[in-house]
């Protein structure tokens, strides 16, 4: 017996779902040796074996109804699914007495609420409900299944209540949505003081608070962790992460992050940080931990897909958005070679925002399963490079192929016929959106026509485009505005600027866009006028932009980095060097008549 016990707690420690191959050996060597029958330890340890197995259903066929096994053996197959495991049970009640160990995996295998209830109903029978092991168990399926009410009364009738218990509930109510009775029973264990909150109890309230954005709390909860010691743990290092993240508390994430030694980072701790920093819309800082992350041994998952390739898209990182494509294609995150839908939109979407447009059109062809958004981003991405007919082509193929376009295709489309100068095009796709489609044009589908017939000088259309917009804000105005001044039509834009002026959501934008057409007009009068308005009501200007730029080394390669632009902005190290070609940028285009009627932002000699 004692040389037995050494491969099987080799195997039972090492095999996870052991395989027949493995296992059927076992099985002979046991019974030819005569253990089987002499060893009730074994006989348990090999079911409990072929429960985790692909051989599970040949378990009834060891407990032999003639002369039955011990309890534990029993025990130990009601691991099985709930449609084989009950009629063992049914065995079990025949041969023994149910004990705490019997019905935890049946409340755990249960498939519905019912079959749960009438378990829960034999366990008072047997006077086993209020062991805290079954109960734990009971508590944690009627959540499952959404009974908290049931929860909270089975809850309140235990006499004893330990950790596990009260994790069960925690957990619970945060997985089901129930975030004050989460926070309830959090309140009434640290109150109670009958058992001590372990990382579990840590990670469900710090869930809750997550959810919830419940940044007061979830700070109350980070000192707690400091006093208990569970502050170095990865799991409840990746919720702070992940809390602070959320609530746009960058430092704070990145102080945890940091804070956590570097072995003891999980991928759940990288990806967890690279979301706080794309969340917060920290673009060069997710590139550059991603970068951090290449050099430790851990592979990229599909979170960290998700986190990185958005940063890509927006910072035009094409050569970093490559290596990410690599890594899906080298780590198995694409099943035999092709990738899920999530991974391809976000691929062609990061190729067409960063000037791949051929790659990404690469990658859409090779999708076997596309859903609206992947043909969103494909029109979208032919209408900002100027390709209107092919983004029109791409409309029709997908109304071919059966798919009801939505909002965001109609934008995609009237955007390509605006950029690409399809006037009467893209006045039809606005009375189909309508009569085709049954969609009601939002603000930025009226915006988007009347760029359209500004561009194109069709001011009075234009004008006819408002008017059917009806109330939809000032951001069809400040569209007819710019229209107006490409054309020195200063009439019109003086009406526009007073419709801006009087229009109390226009925001920022839109005061700055009137200062300049008075600027422009040399009315220097109405624009000190708008500037003592604005600042009388509080109009903050908004951020300036930003652009990046990406910057390889000879193939590419790990030299690749990340340069961002602020306007205005002079503390890059070679900011002399690059205003100097940016002066010599708005002297050309003002040569070549592109500047005629705009100063440049800097005064230089050709101004």
Known sequence: MAALRVPLQVILSRAAAPSARLLLPLHAHLIVSGRLAASPAALTSLVSLYARSALRAAIPLLLPAAAPPPLPCFNAALSLPHALALPLFRSLRLAHAPDAFSFPPLFSSAPSPPHLLALHALALRCGLAHDLFCASALLRGCLRFGLADHAHRL??????????????????????????????????????????????????????????????????????????????????????????????????????FEGLPETDKDLFSWNSMLSALQYSADHVGTMKLFARMRRTALWPDAVTVAAVLPACAQTAGLLVGREVHGYIVTSGLACDGVLDVFATNALADMYAKSGGLDEARHVFDCTSQRDVASWNIMIDGYASHGCGQEALKLFDQMIQGGLVPDEITLLGALSACSHSGLVEE??????????????????????????????????????????????????????????????????????????????????????????????????????????????????????????????????????????????????????????????????????????????????????
């Open 155 to 256: 809850f309140d009738e235990l006499t004893q209540r330990d950790v596990v218990v009260w994790n069960a509930m925690v957990n619970g109510f945060a997985k089901l949505g129930c975030f004050d009775r989460a926070a309830e029973c959090f309140r009434r264990m640290r109150e109670e003081g009958e058992a001590e909150i372990s990382s579990f109890t840590v990670t469900g309230i710090l869930s809750v608070c997550t959810a919830t954005a419940d940044l007061g709390r979830g700070a109350a909860v980070h000192g707690l962790l400091l006093k208990s010691g569970f502050g170095n743990k990865a799991s409840v290092c990746n919720a702070l992460i992940d809390l602070y993240g959320k609530c746009h508390r960058v430092g704070d994430a990145a102080m945890v």
């Open 426 to 607: 893209g006045k039809g796709f606005l009375k189909r959106m309508k009569e085709e489609f049954g969609l009601e044009p939002q603000l930025e589908h009226y915006a988007c026509v009347t760029d359209m017939l500004g561009r194109a000088g069709r001011l009075d259309e234009a004008r006819k485009v408002i008017e059917e917009a009806g109330d939809m804000g000032a951001g069809v105005w400040r569209t007819y505005l710019a229209a107006c001044r490409m054309h020195g039509d200063k009439e019109r834009a003086q009406e526009a600027a007073r419709v801006l002026m009087t229009a109390e959501e226009s925001g920022s934008g839109g005061w700055v866009l009137l200062a300049n057409t008075y600027g422009w007009e040399g009315n220097f009068e109405e624009l000190e006028e708008v500037r003592g308005e604005m600042k009388r009501r509080g109009v903050q200007k908004a951020a300036p932009g930003c652009s990046w730029i990406e910057v390889g080394g000879e193939n590419g390669g790990s030299g690749t980095a990340m340069h961002a632009f602020v306007s205005g902005d002079k503390g890059h190290p070679e900011a002399d060097m690059i205003y100097e070609m940016l002066h010599m940028l708005i002297c050309w285009m003002k040569e070549c008549g592109h500047l005629n009627n705009i100063t440049p932002l800097y005064p230089t000699e050709c101004s």
